[in-house]
């Protein structure tokens, strides 16, 4: 089997080949990610403070990995997910320029245009609120 290069799909695939459940609320699933989340973080960060550019790489990788299993392990619906804070993100472009506005020290700013995250909506349309 090789993976998909999609990063849900293929965390759902890895988490049921190991016997994971990937749908409906897992509390100790979801206790086990959560601590695997703070590792991994904790590596990635650890490596960036030493300069190690491969491992801080290999830490945030591993990141997403643990984030997307605690995501399917809370059964919160992750690629709807995303999709909307993306809506959310893309609506601080500004549609003439195809830019967005940053504040001087780089943070991007909200626009006119711009619309939050529906994310309460989503969990509630799939009974995870």
Not at 54 to 82: C, H, K, Q, R
Not at 84 to 92: H, Q, Y
């Amino acid at each position: 089997m090789k993976p998909s290069g999609n990063p849900f799909k293929d965390q759902k695939t890895f988490m049921e080949a190991c016997g994971q459940t990937t749908s409906g609320l897992n509390v100790q699933q979801a206790k086990l990610y959560s601590k695997l989340v703070n590792e991994e973080i904790n590596e990635m960060v650890d490596e960036a403070v030493a300069g190690n550019t491969l491992g801080t790489f290999d830490g945030l990788l591993d990141s997403i990995v643990v984030l997307i299993g605690y995501a399917y392990s809370m059964n919160w619906p992750i690629e709807e997910g995303w999709a909307e804070v993306m809506r959310s993100n893309f609506s601080k472009i500004d549609p003439v320029t195809g830019k967005v506005v940053l504040r001087e020290d780089g943070k991007i700013l909200k626009g006119p245009n711009y619309s939050p995250p529906d994310l309460k909506s989503l969990l509630e349309k799939n009974n995870c609120a």
